[in-house]
């Protein structure tokens, strides 16, 4: 190929640190001009696990390839610059990962057996690419410590946040109320909460904040934390709303949003007024009817979004046996390997007819369990998150409830 045009690329100029205002030296033109251009079409295995590494390295000029681990889970995806295969010109070792084209790809490829002829006519060009990998290395291992340290920070912050005392809480309400996050492989910002709000109203709240990693889980603790504090006995919820969101807009620098409901259930009397900003419908189970329904509402626009939105409260009567179940995206969205959406109808399926006897613990595990099932072994990139609530009884007297 052309070592002046392979020249042209950020990340070849950088592997094998080219100056650009210099000339080629003799040994790096040499491996630049015995690369062969190929093409490798949509659904072709660049490198395939377990086979041989007899064909060397690839450096991709244009499209994009996955990389999937020997198990066939996806872990990776590549583009134009990236390098393929290049552990397999200086060790006998079989392929340790699968990556194929998920569109045309043209790339850039030396055979092993080119390499160490080049290499054994020109001894410094062995030593310099062993130079070359090692640096490579050493940035790609420098790197994946940063996101898992930062992982491990999201995760600790976001799971320090969530109360999980539901058997406490229920002994003092007149609800069974239970809830359930599972974190996804790059931590995202969902949280539910609930809490008391005088003597006679309980508060749930579900949330997700767009972004991943630690600026999520931060934002998180913002928004989980003046939604609580603006939540006062008597409160229009519109006005915590629109207040909370007003206080999100005037530090929002890196533009992140929050979508997120927020209920409030008078245990007297089984009303429960909400309101909506920009998130997933509840699912309302009416224990006269026996039936999960999609609970149709205005949905509003996402916290911290654009400032001055007036959210408006709604309201629904609860009767005694009847539940709400609320969730985030990360359920509907959740994809098979085939990367098709859980979705809502599937969501509605599993709520119909394995859920109508359960109890709100229960009904979390059996949609966790269907989500399973669908899922499989694909990766999942969106925390999944539940919470269900049952009107058990009416509170009929009312008790100086410690804050929950």
Same mark, same amino acid.
């Given at each position: 190929?052309?070592?002046?045009?392979?020249?042209?690329?950020?990340?070849?100029?950088?592997?094998?640190? +080219?100056?650009?205002?210099?000339?080629?030296?003799?040994? *790096?033109?040499?491996?630049?001009?015995?690369?062969?251009?190929?093409?490798? !079409?949509?659904?072709?295995?660049?490198?395939? #696990?377990?086979?041989?590494?007899?064909?060397?390295?690839?450096?991709?000029?244009?499209?994009? @390839?996955?990389?999937?681990?020997?198990?066939?889970?996806?872990?990776?995806?590549?583009?134009?610059?990236?390098?393929?295969?290049?552990?397999?010109? =200086?060790?006998?070792?079989?392929?340790? @990962?699968?990556?194929?084209?998920?569109?045309?790809?043209? #790339?850039?490829?030396?055979?092993?057996?080119?390499?160490?002829?080049?290499?054994?006519?020109?001894?410094?060009?062995?030593?310099?690419?062993?130079?070359?990998?090692?640096?490579?290395?050493?940035?790609?291992?420098?790197?994946?410590?940063? +996101?898992?340290?930062?992982?491990? =920070?999201? *995760?600790?912050?976001?799971?320090?946040?969530?109360?999980?005392?539901?058997?406490?809480?229920?002994?003092? *309400?007149?609800?069974?109320?239970?809830?359930?996050?599972? !974190?996804?492989?790059?931590?995202?910002?969902?949280?539910?909460?609930?809490?008391?709000?005088?003597?006679?109203?309980? @508060?749930?709240?579900?949330?997700?904040?767009?972004?991943?990693?630690?600026?999520?889980?931060?934002?998180?603790? +913002?928004?989980?934390?003046? +939604?609580?504090?603006?939540?006062? !006995?008597?409160?229009?919820?519109?006005?915590?709303?629109?207040?909370?969101?007003?206080?999100?807009?005037?530090?929002?620098?890196?533009? /992140?949003?929050?979508? @997120?409901?927020?209920?409030?259930?008078?245990?007297?009397?089984?009303?429960?007024?909400?309101?909506?900003?920009?998130?997933? /419908?509840?699912?309302?189970?009416?224990?006269?009817?026996?039936?999960?329904?999609?609970?149709?509402?205005?949905?509003?626009?996402?916290?911290?979004?654009?400032?001055?939105?007036?959210?408006?409260?709604?309201?629904?009567?609860?009767?005694?046996?009847?539940?709400?179940?609320?969730? *985030?995206?990360?359920?509907?969205?959740?994809?098979?390997?085939?990367?098709?959406?859980?979705?809502?109808?599937?969501?509605?399926?599993?709520?119909?007819?394995?859920?109508?006897?359960?109890? !709100?613990?229960?009904?979390?595990?059996?949609?966790?369990?269907?989500?399973?099932?669908?899922?499989?072994?694909?990766?999942?990139?969106?925390?999944?998150?539940?919470? #269900?609530?049952?009107?058990?009884?009416?509170?009929?007297?009312?008790?100086?409830?410690?804050?929950?």
């Amino acid at each position: 190929m052309d070592a002046e045009a392979l020249k042209q690329v950020s990340t070849i100029r950088e592997f094998f640190k +080219i100056d650009e205002e210099k000339e080629l030296s003799e040994g *790096t033109r040499l491996l630049l001009e015995a690369m062969t251009e190929l093409v490798i !079409p949509k659904g072709r295995d660049i490198v395939t #696990c377990g086979a041989g590494s007899e064909d060397g390295m690839y450096i991709i000029l244009s499209g994009k @390839a996955d990389v999937f681990s020997s198990d066939g889970t996806r872990i990776n995806r590549l583009g134009a610059g990236d390098f393929v295969g290049e552990l397999g010109l =200086i060790n006998d070792d079989n392929r340790a @990962a699968t990556v194929r084209a998920s569109s045309d790809v043209r #790339c850039a490829n030396i055979s092993k057996r080119l390499f160490e002829d080049i290499a054994s006519r020109n001894r410094k060009i062995y030593g310099s690419f062993m130079n070359m990998l090692y640096t490579k290395t050493t940035k790609l291992v420098t790197e994946q410590e940063r +996101i898992k340290s930062e992982l491990s =920070i999201a *995760t600790k912050i976001q799971a320090d946040c969530l109360e999980n005392d539901f058997t406490a809480f229920n002994r003092l *309400t007149a609800v069974n109320l239970t809830a359930h996050m599972k !974190p996804a492989k790059e931590v995202g910002g969902d949280f539910y909460d609930f809490f008391m709000v005088d003597d006679r109203h309980m @508060a749930i709240v579900m949330a997700d904040v767009s972004g991943k990693g630690v600026p999520a889980a931060l934002f998180m603790v +913002i928004g989980k934390t003046l +939604i609580k504090d603006h939540t006062q !006995p008597g409160r229009d919820l519109g006005e915590v709303f629109t207040e909370v969101n007003n206080i999100l807009c005037e530090s929002n620098e890196n533009g /992140m949003f929050i979508t @997120a409901f927020e209920g409030v259930l008078d245990l007297v009397t089984g009303e429960f007024r909400y309101v909506n900003a920009g998130h997933e /419908m509840p699912f309302v189970y009416r224990r006269e009817t026996n039936t999960y329904e999609a609970y149709k509402i205005r949905a509003g626009f996402v916290l911290a979004g654009i400032e001055d939105i007036v959210y408006k409260e709604q309201k629904l009567q609860l009767n005694i046996g009847d539940k709400i179940f609320q969730y *985030t995206d990360g359920v509907t969205e959740a994809t098979d390997k085939d990367r098709q959406l859980y979705g809502m109808d599937r969501l509605d399926h599993v709520l119909n007819q394995q859920c109508l006897s359960s109890n !709100p613990e229960e009904t979390l595990r059996l949609v966790k369990a269907d989500i399973d099932v669908f899922v499989g072994d694909n990766d999942q990139f969106d925390d999944i998150t539940m919470l #269900c609530l049952e009107y058990t009884k009416k509170m009929e007297n009312q008790r100086l409830l410690n804050n929950c």
